[in-house]
């Protein structure tokens, strides 16, 4: 099976910041990606797919890249509601498997 | 509007069989494209996929758990349902039915969840 990788797994940040969450592939993945927002006690919810292309609904500070095996989420400038884990999500192929998450948390 | 609700047990004991329904509503799985999946989350964990059935009755699964997993549809009630077998304390987790679009194959709309304990 092909393995995500989440760097870094918590990342600090305050509010207005701009952050970099990354996943990496074990193999090329092309651009079938996902990423999901998940707060605690919540189902998560998805913000970004096919690496780049921004679901309808969520906010322009949200932005995808990357492909084959290297992937980025960035929020352009963190806001409150922003804390929470996020999870990369490959769909090229069965299994379709998850990274193990990044938690942003409030520094 | 598409939502999704997941209903079963809260509370499994060993060696037991798990069933739950996924009812869902704002969309038919008699169209073509669509299907639901399950996937879950160990208290604290990350989440993992575990199955899913389209429209055409077109069955995939976790080989982590392939044999113990088995996922069925009622487009008459608009529900799906996955049984697992053998459940174990380790299948403690929250488990969410998704949403999918066959030429999409990412999770747009999920249920609030389920969880369920594996305790005897």
């Known amino acids: 099976d092909i393995q995500m990788t989440q760097s870094p797994s918590t990342l600090s940040a305050s509010v207005g910041d701009r952050v970099t969450l990354t996943c990496r592939a074990s193999q090329s993945i092309s651009s079938w990606l996902a990423w999901y927002q998940q707060k605690p006690g919540r189902a998560p919810k998805l913000l970004i797919y096919k690496a780049s292309s921004l679901e309808s609904g969520v906010p322009s500070r949200f932005s995808g890249s990357g492909s084959g095996t290297e992937f980025s989420l960035t929020i352009s400038s963190l806001q409150p509601d922003d804390f929470a884990t996020y999870y990369c999500?490959?769909?090229?192929?069965?299994?379709?498997?998850f990274g193990q998450g990044t938690k942003v948390e409030i520094k | 509007q598409i939502t999704l609700k997941e209903s079963g047990p809260t509370l499994v004991k060993p060696t037991q069989t798990l069933t739950l329904t996924c009812t869902f509503s704002g969309f038919s799985l008699n169209n073509s494209g669509v299907g639901v999946a399950w996937i879950r989350q160990p208290p604290g964990k990350a989440l993992e996929w575990l199955a899913l059935i389209y429209w055409n009755d077109n069955k995939r699964y976790s080989p982590s758990l392939g044999s113990r997993l088995t996922i069925s549809k009622d487009t008459s009630k608009d529900q799906v349902v996955l049984s697992m077998t053998n459940m174990d304390p380790v299948d403690t987790a929250t488990y969410f039915c998704?949403?999918?679009?066959?030429?999409?194959?990412?999770?747009?709309?999920w249920g609030q969840g389920t969880l369920v304990t594996v305790s005897s």
């Open positions: 999500q490959r769909y090229n192929s069965y299994p379709w498997t």
């Open positions: 998704a949403h999918v679009q066959a030429v999409a194959a990412y999770f747009d709309y």
